[in-house]
């Protein structure tokens, strides 16, 4: 008999389960659960256990342990590899099913004429959800969602914010080669879905962001009650930055004055925020149809919402997040936002948000971000640090720029270290100014959020700029919002 601790068996919600006595004319009581733990991180189930937990013990636990055996052979479909062991404890035996996790999913329960795939949620082996089985079958075939070919075809895209973006980040230019390495395309040129999710009017349509700013400490009914409230759609590149915005948009500017230096003060530590969203766009379910990645900002807290949970269906609870295996469900989609700079191949997003809490100047012990995946989600939450009435914290005025000068609403008397500035500011304007037309060359469609987003500016600023090209002729606008497109006049002159 091995010698093994039968109590520390005992409890456990995600990778243990218990039963009094095997059921032999009931297969499926216990079978449901091997399934589940095949198809998930494994785990052990013991028979010989009440459910308060009282060892009972098995009368012939070598007679069991044989039944055991050829109950999974005949009725899991593919049989998973599993070991049998015996314990022993206060005089009574016990059998132990140590069930491994599978490479072959989807692992089946066949019986009572069904065919059934089952996972682990909490202490429960329940059915495999359509959009689980599928990602199942994804697994067990050794592929993922963002690999596959999509439905649409690669020559109705455009990729304006990819590139430009992935030029603003590393100084590189986007080849067209650089469409297989990165997985737009396979190698027959046919679009792939993480291509379709970055194209720049993304065509699948649960790819959204939505973000609101709570009155109050929870949702609360009426729209009277969202202060901020914004959708957005397109390439996963422009949801990040949008969602970037969305929170400073939210969020209070603050500094600190040191001896030799001003240190930012954040409500919300933006590297925080960053790996967060990151993750929550490229590590998502995109089978879960239905469903988007959101934002909530209330008054204490920031939380981010993804649509499933861990890949392997364990509970992060019982996990170190700071020690965490990286195993990534959309590997093509993580590998471009590894080229964008925006997070790195071998996975440290999580210990990044807890160590940028830990280093804000307003930490406290406890202070620290949660990690959840409730029923097939994962919430991130970020407790918001108080910028208001802190000794020596200066709060920047929602009128006043984060360099200290006024908005341009304002007036004030001009002095003659003011003039470099203006130079200097305008030089920005200029450059500003040549890149919303160069954009624009490369995607007439290109609309103004999209700009603002790729640029960096305001699109109030986006608007500005394009009403003087459309005032000096650069530009002309065919058709609506939606639908039309820019001109670009006397191109080759100007």
């Given at each position: 008999?091995?010698?093994?601790?039968?109590?520390?068996?005992?409890?456990?919600?995600?990778?243990?389960?218990?039963?009094?006595?095997?059921?032999?004319?009931?297969?499926?009581?216990?079978?449901?659960?091997?399934?589940?733990?095949?198809?998930?991180?494994?785990?052990?189930?013991?028979?010989?256990?009440?459910?308060?937990?009282?060892?009972?013990?098995?009368?012939?636990?070598?007679?069991?342990?044989?039944?055991?055996?050829?109950?999974?052979?005949?009725?899991?479909?593919?049989?998973?590899?599993?070991?049998?062991?015996?314990?022993?404890?206060?005089?009574?035996?016990?059998?132990?099913?140590?069930?491994?996790?599978?490479?072959?999913?989807?692992?089946?329960?066949?019986?009572?004429?069904?065919?059934?795939?089952?996972?682990?949620?909490?202490?429960?082996?329940?059915?495999?959800?359509?959009?689980?089985?599928?990602?199942?079958?994804?697994?067990?075939?050794?592929?993922?969602?963002?690999?596959?070919?999509?439905?649409?075809?690669?020559?109705?895209?455009?990729?304006?914010?990819?590139?430009?973006?992935?030029?603003?980040?590393?100084?590189?230019?986007?080849?067209?080669?650089?469409?297989?390495?990165?997985?737009?395309?396979?190698?027959?040129?046919?679009?792939?879905?993480?291509?379709?999710?970055?194209?720049?009017?993304?065509?699948?349509?649960?790819?959204?962001?939505?973000?609101?700013?709570?009155?109050?400490?929870?949702?609360?009914?009426?729209?009277?009650?969202?202060?901020?409230?914004?959708?957005?759609?397109?390439?996963?590149?422009?949801?990040l930055q949008a969602g970037l915005d969305f929170v400073r948009r939210n969020s209070k500017k603050a500094w600190r004055k040191t001896s030799d230096n001003?240190?930012?003060?954040?409500?919300?530590?933006?590297?925080?925020?960053?790996?967060?969203?990151?993750?929550?766009?490229?590590?998502r379910n995109y089978l879960e149809l239905g469903s988007e990645v959101h934002i909530d900002m209330y008054d204490d807290r920031l939380e981010i919402f993804?649509?499933?949970?861990?890949?392997?269906?364990?509970?992060?609870?019982?996990?170190?997040?700071?020690?965490?295996?990286?195993?990534?469900?959309?590997?093509?989609?993580?590998?471009?936002?590894?080229?964008?700079?925006?997070?790195?191949?071998?996975?440290?997003?999580?210990?990044?948000?807890?160590?940028?809490?830990?280093?804000?100047?307003?930490?406290?012990?406890?202070?620290?971000?949660?990690?959840?995946?409730?029923?097939?989600?994962?919430?991130?939450?970020?407790?918001?640090?108080?910028?208001?009435?802190?000794?020596?914290?200066?709060?920047?005025?929602?009128?006043?720029?984060?360099?200290?000068?006024?908005?341009?609403?304002?007036?004030?008397?001009?002095?003659?270290?003011?003039?470099?500035?203006?130079?200097?500011?305008?030089?920005?304007?200029?450059?500003?100014?040549?890149?919303?037309?160069?954009?624009?060359?490369?995607?007439?469609?290109?609309?103004?959020?999209?700009?603002?987003?790729?640029?960096?500016?305001?699109?109030?600023?986006?608007?500005?700029?394009?009403?003087?090209?459309?005032?000096?002729?650069?530009?002309?606008?065919?058709?609506?919002?939606?639908?039309?497109?820019?001109?670009?006049?006397?191109?080759?002159?100007?």
């Amino acid at each position: 008999m091995e010698k093994l601790n039968i109590c520390q068996l005992i409890g456990e919600a995600t990778e243990y389960d218990k039963k009094q006595a095997l059921e032999v004319k009931k297969p499926k009581s216990w079978c449901k659960s091997v399934s589940a733990f095949a198809n998930g991180i494994g785990g052990k189930l013991v028979w010989g256990i009440a459910d308060d937990d009282t060892l009972v013990g098995l009368a012939d636990a070598k007679g069991d342990a044989e039944k055991i055996s050829e109950t999974i052979k005949t009725h899991l479909d593919p049989i998973p590899d599993f070991n049998l062991s015996f314990v022993k404890a206060e005089g009574k035996n016990f059998v132990v099913l140590d069930v491994l996790p599978g490479g072959q999913t989807p692992y089946y329960y066949i019986g009572d004429g069904q065919m059934q795939a089952f996972v682990r949620v909490g202490n429960e082996s329940v059915v495999a959800s359509m959009s689980k089985h599928k990602e199942l079958v994804l697994k067990g075939s050794n592929m993922s969602y963002d690999c596959l070919v999509s439905r649409w075809k690669f020559e109705d895209m455009a990729f304006t914010v990819l590139r430009a973006t992935y030029f603003k980040r590393t100084n590189r230019s986007f080849e067209d080669s650089d469409y297989e390495s990165f997985g737009i395309v396979n190698e027959k040129g046919e679009l792939t879905n993480a291509g379709a999710l970055l194209a720049d009017y993304s065509p699948v349509r649960h790819s959204r962001l939505f973000c609101t700013r709570w009155n109050g400490l929870d949702k609360a009914n009426g729209v009277m009650d969202a202060l901020d409230d914004e959708e957005y759609t397109g390439s996963l590149v422009t949801l990040l930055q949008a969602g970037l915005d969305f929170v400073r948009r939210n969020s209070k500017k603050a500094w600190r004055k040191t001896s030799d230096n001003r240190l930012e003060y954040p409500e919300y530590p933006e590297r925080a925020v960053e790996e967060g969203l990151v993750n929550a766009l490229i590590h998502r379910n995109y089978l879960e149809l239905g469903s988007e990645v959101h934002i909530d900002m209330y008054d204490d807290r920031l939380e981010i919402f993804s649509p499933g949970g861990l890949l392997d269906g364990g509970s992060i609870k019982d996990m170190d997040v700071m020690n965490m295996a990286s195993r990534r469900r959309n590997p093509v989609l993580a590998d471009i936002f590894s080229r964008l700079k925006y997070m790195e191949r071998r996975g440290s997003g999580f210990k990044k948000i807890v160590s940028a809490y830990k280093g804000h100047d307003g930490y406290t012990e406890g202070m620290d971000p949660k990690f959840s995946t409730p029923w097939n989600c994962f919430i991130l939450t970020l407790p918001k640090f108080n910028v208001d009435g802190v000794e020596g914290v200066y709060v920047i005025p929602d009128n006043v720029t984060e360099h200290g000068g006024q908005t341009s609403g304002q007036t004030g008397g001009q002095t003659s270290g003011q003039t470099s500035g203006q130079t200097s500011g305008q030089t920005d304007i200029d450059a500003t100014i040549a890149e919303v037309l160069r954009l624009i060359k490369e995607n007439p469609k290109i609309t103004r959020k999209m700009l603002s987003n790729t640029i960096g500016v305001a699109p109030s600023t986006i608007q500005k700029h394009i009403n003087r090209l459309k005032e000096e002729g650069f530009i002309f606008r065919i058709g609506g919002d939606f639908g039309g497109y820019w001109e670009i006049i006397n191109k080759e002159e100007k």
